[in-house]
């Protein structure tokens, strides 16, 4: 008896498409219409900064003070070490001394070169007199060019002893702390990583590249295209970025050129001084890259969930002549997670299977009817 009334209980919880009993199986159906979509390719990228530049000293002497702190961002120009002046200031002077001692001597021979040459006009010149004075005057004028270059060199020197930040960006901790000796043996001081904007590469197969390439070619090629993002947790990226480059080359490895896009990286809040700014993009971290059209297009679609696939590909069931089921096998193109956009392999108009799939198979007739209103589709990201 039990099981009698559990039987009953379960017949009368089946759908209404289910089967009726000695009558075709129920299911529900949708017509295969064209859609607005917006056509997007995904692929995986990595965050590259646009700009990255380790310091190093240019001049052995000791470390005397580190004047930013570690992880904050610092400005272009920016002082960041200062190195041991005195010797280098010593030198400027010493270098200055000889161009000015260099300089009277080279006055000295001009005055001598002249008044030889003013004697050679007269019975009481001489030629090889101002021959001398003129090879005097010359070797002073070559002494003072060799002075004045190790003047500009020693201050040259002088200004090495304040290590500069070449570009902005965040920068790293520092790896020689002062009262150490630093040279340009030493290596890298500290790193700058420049924020914002950041690139981000993506490897694209050639096919899907040419793809591209069609699709957009009446459209402004890849400049028709923007960049969107998804963060490392899933979360959208609220910054869009176009297409900069494409490499020259095919890896060989692979068969994909790189693509690089240049996308904003703002700083998120308040930046407080001599504090870490926060940016969502950091240099070196993977991201989901979306490729997608500017203009929406027109193209012939059936909610995602009516597709199926097995070791021949993708199909669909459609309700033919009579009623009758037969499978067709589909291209898919651009599709969205709720919305399989059909390339090729169905019409516009047909009936597509959409409830009821598990009863069905090729060459039966069914009994169709309007599907129900299918869930939103969760948000990209979500």
Same mark, same amino acid.
């Given at each position: ?44 990228? +990595?965050?590259?900064?646009?700009? +990255?530049?380790?310091?190093?000293? &240019?001049?052995?002497?000791?470390? !005397? ?17 200062? #190195?041991?002046?005195?010797?280098? !200031? ?47 005057? +010359? *070797?002073?004028?070559?002494?003072? *060019? ?5 003047? &500009?060199?020693? &201050? ?26 630093? =040279?340009? *043996? ?17 490897? %694209? ?6 793809? #591209? ?35 020259? =080359? ?11 896009? =240049? ?23 993977? %991201? ?6 500017? !203009? ?11 597709? #199926?696939?097995?070791? *021949? ?21 651009? =599709? ?22 598990? +009863? ?23």
């Amino acid at each position: 008896m039990r099981f009698f009334l559990l039987l009953a209980t379960l017949l009368a919880a089946t759908p209404a498409f289910a089967q009726a009993p000695g009558g075709p199986p129920a299911v529900g159906v949708v017509t295969a219409e064209p859609a607005t979509v917006t056509e997007t390719s995904e692929f995986t990228g +990595r965050v590259q900064a646009t700009g +990255r530049v380790s310091l190093t000293a &240019r001049v052995t002497a000791f470390l !005397e003070e580190r004047l930013f702190a570690e992880g904050t961002e610092v400005a272009a120009g920016e002082i960041l070490y200062r #190195l041991e002046r005195g010797p280098f !200031e010593a030198d400027v002077a010493r270098q200055e001394a000889s161009v000015a001692d260099i300089s009277a001597k080279l006055a000295n021979a001009t005055s001598q070169l002249n008044r030889a040459q003013t004697l050679l006009q007269s019975q009481a010149g001489n030629r090889v007199n101002v021959d001398d004075a003129m090879t005097a005057q +010359r *070797s002073a004028a070559a002494q003072l *060019s060799g002075a004045q270059a190790a003047l &500009r060199q020693a &201050r040259i020197n002088l200004d090495y002893t304040e290590i500069k930040a070449p570009i902005a960006g965040q920068i790293s901790r520092t790896a020689v702390t002062p009262g150490n000796v630093v =040279s340009p *043996s030493t290596g890298a001081l500290a790193t700058i990583v420049s924020q914002d904007p950041m690139y981000v590469t993506f490897p %694209v197969a050639v096919r899907v590249l040419t793809e #591209l390439r069609t699709r957009y070619a009446g459209k402004g090629g890849l400049n028709a295209v923007r960049v969107r993002l998804k963060l490392p947790d899933g979360t959208a990226y609220d910054q869009t970025g176009r297409i900069d480059y494409v490499d020259p =080359s095919v890896a060989p490895g692979t068969d994909t050129i790189l693509v690089r896009t =240049s996308i904003a990286n703002p700083v998120r809040g308040t930046a407080a001084p001599g504090r870490p700014v926060d940016r969502m993009l950091a240099d070196g971290a993977f %991201v989901t890259v979306a490729v997608e059209g500017i !203009e929406p297009v027109k193209a012939l679609g059936v909610p995602r969930a009516a597709i #199926l696939t097995d070791q *021949s590909g993708n199909f669909v069931y459609v309700v033919a002549a009579e009623n009758k089921i037969e499978r067709r096998n589909v291209q898919l193109g651009q =599709s969205t997670p709720s919305l399989a956009v059909i390339a090729s392999g169905l019409k516009q108009g047909e009936t597509v299977v959409l409830e009821g799939l598990q +009863r069905v198979r090729p060459g039966i007739q069914v009994n169709p009817g309007p599907a129900g209103p299918r869930p939103p589709a969760a948000a990209p990201g979500r």
